[in-house]
């Protein structure tokens, strides 16, 4: 069956191996370092393929000058055009009408919607935020964005209490401790690595958006990006360990990078780094050499 699980990180770059700044080097990873073969995610480490993984240092920048941004940068990712290029600047966090217009136009949910595939964003949304988005005082991100152009609905509280969807966080304890529920799911994280793994078997393409690695990395201290680094970690070991080759792909993308480099608050011009597990891994990243190709390289592989 030809699926996809898109992990999608949000500000996650290759960074250099700095153990002062580069979280990527103090973070213990065993999931992601044995899918690698040992190597930490770094910059300066070429594309490579083992059996099981495809690894490709992708470019954020696409020829723009200035700090790449979500809005853009999610915007090529889903769309496959170099928007920044086109509107002749990186913008972000959220789209602006030019950024609305190319999604609206096309991108790979509606896409994929079109052609009866089942798509779908795993996050719950809270209802606090949802309500902030319908009255206007909150906009939508690129990637919710696209996912309403596609006719799709973010998922709720509800989906999140019947296990359907997750919580930024992935255990849910943000829910408890951060927006004052007391009874929606507490999960452990390999256990929502699980669960997600098995949730993406009823879409064609699942996309998770870990947003919280771009405020970490904005926001937050060297030992939370260990942690946020550690935590997803656990989550990826509990996807591998339910993920069959035949159920699809597994992709981790990024739109630019941040966390990677704890010297500075803001976005870097690292490369981006992009993972894809499962049969056909090769060839899906033999396509890519920057975060615009990543959509068109997933169409043609669920095409195959
Ligand atoms: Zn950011």
Known sequence: MKRVLFLFLDGVGLGDGDRGFNPFVQARMPNLNSVLDGRIMLRGISAFSTDRVSFVPADACLGVAGMPQSATGQGAILSGINIP??????????????????????NL????????????????????????????????SSIQFAMKCAGVNLMTESDLRQGRAFAADFTGESWHSKLGFKDTPILNLEEAGQRLACAARAYGLLLFDHWMTDVI?????????????????????????TW???????????????????STKRHTLNPVPVLIIGKGH???????????DISPALLSYLRM
């Open 282 to 292: 090769r060839k899906v990243a033999a396509n890519i050499r920057d975060i615009s």
């Open 85 to 106: 290029y086109r509107i002749g600047k990186h913008w972000g966090p959220k789209p602006n009408a030019e950024i609305r217009a190319f999604l609206r136009k096309d």
């Open 217 to 241: 990395g904005h926001r937050g201290s060297m030992d939370e990006a260990v942690t946020i680094l550690e935590n997803f970690d656990e989550v990826f070991g509990g996807i591998l360990n």
């Open 244 to 262: 069959c080759v035949d159920d699809g792909l597994v992709i981790i993308a990024s739109d630019h990078g941040n966390l990677e480099d704890k």
């Open 109 to 140: 949910f509606k896409r994929l919607r079109n052609q009866g595939s089942v798509v779908g964003i795993a996050n719950a949304y809270p209802p606090t935020f949802l309500s902030a988005v319908e009255s206007g005082r909150r906009a939508l």
